[in-house]
Structure formats: structure tokens, C-alpha cells
């Protein structure tokens, strides 16, 4: 079956403006994670949607930053004001269920902020 | 805070070797263990999950979990070129919600 999709696969923005990146999952799974990857770093973790309620929001790096789910499927991550610091690989993943569930990854998306 | 450590290497290994991949973790009881291959500018890809002491085998990976050490360890038998990536450890945790921690990852060299 169709795996993680990611849209856009490249975004560059000038600082300032805001940003919408979009995530689709494996259909039937029931989590989806958000991560970071900045060039050379290890993978961050900002937000995780068990259905369309996110139980965990820690790791999103500012309140410029959100990101919502809708009919348990489709995941958009928002961030406004974009700033330079923003500039990193947007990773999303999904898995059947959250917890010990093996999570399976997108394409991600590649921001460049000028 | 929860910690996830590996040897950022590069590990360096002749094609036909076995690479031997290391991580371990701060969280006592933790119970789920991944690893991920990622190759340069790509996705993490799933390579195994382990979640009980000993070895599990699938094809030429071996993940084996020791839980009173607190380490996972990838081996990779008959290494070749196609293996050279960065191969990244993720644990749960137990911090009350469901997320993995990421180690920052090994890069692998198979010399040919």
C-alpha cells in the first residue's frame, strides 16, 4: 500500500512569512509524529496526534509553531513568522497505534528560510 | 531527561565484515527498541524492532537487547557498500506519552 506522503517536498520562504507543511499517512494508522531534522543533527521530536487530539506537544520549539489533525487522517504543521533557525528537514511518521508501535516515515519536507 | 547515545563514528568496515552498531539508553524501563537505517539527504527507513532480551534475526541484521545493561546493539553481517548510511537507535519512553527518543546516529562505511 501507499506509504507516508509529504507535501511540499521543498518549500524556501523568506523569513517572516508563514508556512504549511502537509503530512498524509499510511491509511489506517491512528498516530502520527512530527520530527526535525537539522542538517547533520539527530532526529527532534515536536509533536505526536493519537487520532485528531495531540496528547503531546512538547517538543514544539515556540508557540509560532502548531499543528493540527483532522478526521484522524491528514496532519498540517504551521509555523509563523518564519526565522532562519526554522531552516531543517520536517519529518512525519505514522504508526498503527501510538507506544510500542514501529513508526514508518515520510519523504519529509526541506524549508529553507532566506 | 531521557537519553539515547551512540558512537557518531564514521565506523569503518571491509566489504564481507560485520559491522557491529551500538546504543545505549538512560531509561530503566524502557520496553521498546528500533533501528533505523537513513541514508544522506533520505527518510529514516525501519530496518527491526526488538522488545524482548536476546537476539532477533532478519536476514543479515541481528538486534540484540540486553534490558539490565541498557543496551541495543545492530549487527550486520556480510556488510556491503549499499550499507554505507547513518543508522540512528530510537527508544520509547516512559515520560506518561507515547514517543520515541532518537539516538543522533552511526555512520556506517563498508569499504568495497
Known amino acids: 500500500g501507499a506509504g507516508v506522503s509529504q507535501s511540499p517536498s521543498n518549500k524556501v520562504t523568506e523569513k517572516g512569512k508563514d508556512v504549511e507543511l502537509r503530512c498524509d499517512p499510511i491509511?489506517?494508522?491512528?498516530?502520527l509524529y512530527w520530527y526535525r531534522q537539522s542538517l547533520g543533527q539527530g532526529l527532534e521530536f515536536l509533536i505526536y496526534f493519537q487520532g485528531n487530539s495531540a496528547p503531546d506537544k512538547s517538543g514544539l520549539p515556540s508557540d509560532r509553531f502548531s499543528a493540527e489533525r483532522t478526521g484522524g487522517s491528514v496532519s498540517t504543521l504551521t509555523i509563523q513568522r518564519t526565522q532562519q533557525e526554522d531552516s531543517a528537514v520536517y519529518l512525519c511518521?505514522?504508526?498503527?497505534?501510538?507506544?510500542?508501535?514501529?513508526?514508518?516515515f515520510g519523504p519529509g519536507t526541506r524549508l529553507t528560510v532566506t | 531527561q531521557k537519553e539515547v547515545e551512540q558512537n557518531s563514528g564514521p565506523l569503518s568496515v571491509p566489504e564481507g565484515a560485520i559491522a557491529s552498531l551500538n546504543c545505549t539508553y538512560s531509561?530503566?524501563?524502557?520496553?521498546?527498541f528500533f533501528w533505523y537505517r537513513q541514508y544522506s539527504g533520505k527518510s529514516p527507513e525501519l530496518i527491526m524492532s526488538?522488545?524482548?532480551?536476546g537476539d532477533k534475526e532478519d536476514g543479515r541484521f541481528t538486534a540484540q537487547l540486553n534490558k539490565a545493561s541498557q543496551y541495543v546493539s545492530l549487527l550486520i553481517r556480510d556488510s556491503q557498500p549499499s550499507d554505507s548510511a547513518t543508522y540512528l537507535c530510537a527508544v520509547d519512553t516512559t515520560s506518561g506519552t507515547y514517543k520515541y527518543i532518537f539516538g543522533t546516529g552511526t555512520r556506517l562505511k563498508v569499504l568495497a
Open positions: 491509511s489506517g494508522h491512528t498516530a
Open positions: 526488538i522488545y524482548s532480551n
Open positions: 531509561d530503566r524501563v524502557s520496553q521498546s
Open positions: 511518521a505514522s504508526s498503527e497505534l501510538a507506544g510500542a508501535d514501529e513508526q514508518y
